[in-house]
């Protein structure tokens, strides 16, 4: 098993050495870094030799969906792995997802989330969570080994429904010509989840498994996308996306999940335009 590590870069180079140092230690070496810069130079990976990294430069375009897929046309893995460059991941996590392996599956890992670097995340970054209410937000009540329920209900919000923290097998991908929609500026993953599942032969919760999304507030310099301003091209984005790809989701008891986050967003947001208009 080979996996291919999918990174997209914008330049958070005060974020990304904890993105390589999590990789460097990782107890499974059979898998490949590509670095995929948006219009940015490459950071530095000398400190961390023991990494086989490959860089991809391409004009700055501030889309995930068209970073990620240059990575996926480079990739040379059995498996694919999308990390974020601000995020890290448990030093264990690439072996015990390779244990749970199977072909023409995926398996999906337990998302944590943190306002720390990796070094106070692992020293003291629980107890700091819970003071701050993040962990408490991290908890899932739900059915977790339902990949329809754990990976669309446990996201806060349509937009942060993701691919992270997944291990997909290559075959999924190119036996059903899947690629993230570069259509899509804030709502890319849901389409491509959703078809990976779809696609997939099974799908195992690897609930050891954990990968870190580091939280920032910087919307000046390094803005999320759910900080970026633009709400009404957002919705319209939104409802698009829904329109689309709501076929994709099994037309069983999975597809109230789908349905729900949608609805939930568009109230959101409309309730948004509806309160600003208020005299």
Not at 118 to 143: C, I, M, P, S
Not at 154 to 159: D, E, M, S
Not at 236 to 259: A, C, I, L, T
Request: aromatic share 12%.
């Amino acid at each position: 098993v080979r996996i291919s590590v999918i990174i997209a870069y914008h330049g958070e180079t005060k974020y990304i050495m904890d993105c390589f140092a999590s990789l460097a230690e990782q107890t499974y070496r059979d898998f490949e870094v590509i670095v995929v810069c948006d219009g940015c130079e490459e950071p530095d990976v000398s400190p961390f030799p023991e990494l086989t990294v490959r860089f991809v430069k391409q004009e700055a375009s501030g889309s995930v969906a068209i970073m990620r897929n240059l990575g996926i046309e480079k990739a040379e893995g059995e498996y694919l792995y999308f990390l974020d460059a601000d995020d890290y991941i448990d030093t264990n996590m690439f072996e015990q997802m390779t244990q749970a392996a199977v072909p023409d599956g995926v398996v999906y890992a337990t998302i944590r989330h943190t306002w720390y670097s990796r070094k106070v995340h692992y020293d003291n970054g629980e107890e700091l969570n819970r003071q701050n209410g993040t962990a408490k937000k991290d908890r899932f009540r739900g059915d977790c080994q339902n990949p329809y329920e754990f990976l669309i209900m446990r996201a806060n919000g349509l937009q942060n429904v993701t691919i992270l923290g997944m291990l997909i097998a290559r075959s999924i991908v190119d036996e059903n010509n899947l690629r993230f929609d570069e259509d899509f500026l804030y709502f890319s993953d849901a389409p491509f989840l959703l078809q990976v599942l779809a696609a997939a032969k099974t799908a195992v919760f690897c609930e050891e498994s954990v990968y870190i999304k580091r939280k920032h507030n910087d919307p000046v310099n390094l803005p999320a996308l759910v900080q970026v301003k633009d709400e009404e091209k957002k919705i319209f984005e939104g409802m698009r996306m829904y329109s689309q790809y709501k076929h994709v989701v099994p037309k069983d008891d999975n597809d109230v999940y789908f349905d729900y986050k949608f609805a939930r967003f568009l109230v959101t947001r409309i309730s948004w335009f509806i309160l600003k208009a208020k005299p």
